[in-house]
């Protein structure tokens, strides 16, 4: 009997077998497991179909170290508070990628959580700061839209998402995975509240 309910999962595989968003070969839980080499080609073809169907790049749980560390600048003459903040928020090579309990999301909205994570981006601390550390002209930037909108007090998703055409130059069904993905992370972060169809921004 297998725990997994993909068609593929051998006998007693576990339920994480051949995740686009699970499987990692170099973390102790996948190196040590006997359905490694199995697990490995399936969820490289779900990692491909992910990325196809949602039009996301880079799903892959391999991170790579750039060769040379990137120093901020410390110019007090030209640094504000608010790009002082988006600093401490943005990537850094000798940070860790940022940890979410993704416990009860949805796998759409963990496969566009992913590539936050991937350019350690701490999307926790950015609601509870307050401050948007994403750039609107970047791969990223239907999180900037979304938290521009939050932070203004509160948003229909009908907004969000016209936003997001507009904005980002997204299709009609683009629009609408991101703005589902980016509700529910706000609202299971506790960053927002839904109140009679509308989002509003969490005291």
Request: aromatic share 4%; with cysteine; glycine share 6%.
């Amino acid at each position: 009997m297998s725990w997994n309910p993909h068609k593929d999962a051998p006998d007693l595989a576990l339920a994480c077998f051949g995740s686009a968003v699970a499987h990692h070969p170099a973390s102790p839980e996948c190196s040590g497991c006997p359905y490694l080499a199995d697990c490995g080609s399936i969820a490289e073809a779900t990692r491909r179909r992910l990325e196809k169907e949602l039009g996301l790049d880079n799903l892959s749980p391999t991170i790579k170290k750039p060769k040379r560390a990137v120093t901020p600048s410390t110019s007090s003459a030209s640094a504000s508070p608010a790009s002082a903040k988006r600093e401490t928020l943005k990537k850094a090579d000798d940070k860790p990628m940022p940890a979410i309990n993704m416990t009860g999301l949805s796998v759409r909205t963990v496969a566009f959580v992913k590539p936050v994570l991937l350019a350690r981006i701490d999307i926790e601390a950015a609601l509870r700061l307050r401050t948007n550390p994403f750039s609107l002209g970047s791969s990223l930037g239907h999180w900037h839209v979304a938290l521009d909108m939050l932070f203004a007090g509160n948003f229909a998703r009908g907004d969000l998402i016209a936003a997001l055409q507009s904005r980002c130059g997204v299709d009609l069904a683009g629009a609408q995975a991101r703005a589902d993905a980016i509700i529910q992370l706000f609202i299971h972060l506790n960053a927002a509240v839904e109140r009679d169809g509308r989002i509003f921004l969490s005291e």
